[in-house]
């Protein structure tokens, strides 16, 4: 079980808006860490997308934002496009130490 | 450019030891603090452990406490996880991150990732 709880699958038709959510808890996102989120395509490496809860990496497209509110994180990704099909992780701290969600698959 | 590039994995028998390295290249890797992060087949991430930037602090994942170590030498810029009493559930692709930001640790997004090395511990 990962300490982050994020929901298995979203999908959504091409053009749309979806979000994903990322629920931590007092010890974490609560405290006031921030959230991250990665994008990872099959066989690669995760990609940075969002950093600090709501910023966006040069080169990511602004169609990528990001929030956090209390416990919780969400990532939405507005006029979805085939590309953006992949798997989408949050990542905070707890006690310092790196936690992740355990990955939400996007289906264009 | 700046790069990050895994080696050192393979197919293993359980209870032997691996040590993987992460070449950096293209920063100055002395200032950053780095960390390891594996994904067993068909998974998700799971963080593995942390080192400061001068190597003065290191964190384990309770999965990790005991059997992996992490080091650093900043004059080669190599980051290094010594694996040790490997078992099957160590399979895993294993990812070096950089975290961002420089000097801090345990706060900052994971900006930089290797290409990664695959770890197999089968009898």
């Known amino acids: 079980q990962s300490v982050l709880t994020q929901p298995p699958s979203v999908s959504g038709a091409p053009g749309q808006r979806v979000i994903i959510s990322c629920t931590g808890s007092?010890?974490?996102?609560?405290?006031?860490?921030?959230v991250h989120w990665y994008q990872q395509l099959p066989g690669t490496a995760p990609k940075l997308v969002i950093y600090?809860?709501?910023s966006r990496p040069s080169g990511v497209p602004d169609r990528f934002s990001g929030s956090r509110s209390g416990t919780s994180a969400s990532l939405a990704i507005s006029g979805l496009q085939d590309e953006d099909e992949a798997y989408y992780y949050c990542?905070?701290?707890?006690?310092?130490?790196?936690?992740f969600g355990g990955g939400t698959k996007l289906t264009v | 450019q700046v790069h990050l590039v895994e080696s050192g994995g393979g197919v293993v028998q359980p209870g032997t030891s691996l040590r993987l390295s992460c070449a950096a290249s293209?920063?100055?890797?002395?200032?950053?603090?780095m960390h390891w992060v594996r994904q067993a087949p068909g998974k998700g991430l799971e963080w593995v452990a942390v080192?400061?930037?001068?190597?003065?602090?290191?964190h384990y994942a309770d999965s990790a406490k005991g059997r992996l170590i992490v080091s650093r030498d900043n004059t080669q810029k190599i980051l290094y996880l010594q694996m040790d009493s490997l078992r099957v559930e160590d399979t895993a692709a294993y990812f070096c991150?950089?975290?961002?930001?420089?000097?801090?640790?345990?706060?900052?997004?994971?900006?930089?990732w290797g290409q990664g090395t695959m770890v197999s511990v089968s009898s």
């Open positions: 293209g920063f100055p890797f002395s200032l950053y603090a």
């Open positions: 990542q905070s701290y707890d006690s310092s130490l790196s936690v």
């Open positions: 007092s010890s974490n996102i609560g405290a006031g860490h921030n």
């Open positions: 080192i400061t930037h001068d190597g003065s602090e290191k």
């Open positions: 991150a950089r975290e961002s930001g420089g000097y801090t640790f345990g706060r900052n997004a994971f900006d930089m």
């Open positions: 600090d809860n709501n």
